[in-house]
């Protein structure tokens, strides 16, 4: 997959992250579904994933037989940047509550679902070759 199909496969996936979640905030308008400074969390997620899918292409593409490490290396890093979020996070906003955990862990998990999708489609494709 190239670099071009992948930025407009993924820029559908955020639409419609995007929309569900308006839908989402929407429908449960007495309750808070969603942290105050949600959409910095979403674009830092959206951003680092986006990242780190480019590192990985352009180490699979220099040397296709360490894909594999890329792709562990990326997720590593990716989680490391993601964790050093969270205590930002938690030392800015007192107190980190449930609404929080939940908003990150189910962002966290569908971009790197997504990421490891993707990235295995390459793989796959790879060995067609």
């Not at 839908?23 to 997620?45: A, E, P, R, Y």
């Not at 205590?87 to 189910?106: E, H, M, P, R, T």
């Amino acid at each position: 997959m190239t670099l071009a199909k992948f930025t407009s496969i993924y820029l559908i996936f955020v639409g419609l992250l995007i929309g569900v979640i308006t839908v989402l905030s929407l429908l449960f308008t007495d309750q808070q579904i969603f942290v105050n400074n949600f959409w910095v969390m979403f674009g830092f997620l959206a951003g680092i994933t986006y990242i780190a899918y480019m590192l990985v292409d352009m180490g699979i593409k220099r040397d296709p037989e360490v894909g594999v490490m890329a792709i562990m290396g990326s997720i590593a890093v990716k989680m490391i940047f993601c964790m050093a979020f969270v205590l930002i996070y938690s030392i800015k906003a007192k107190g980190i509550g449930l609404v929080f955990l939940l908003n990150f862990f189910s962002l966290y998990l569908l971009f790197s679902v997504f990421e490891v999708y993707c990235l295995l489609r390459n793989l796959r494709h790879q060995n067609l070759k």
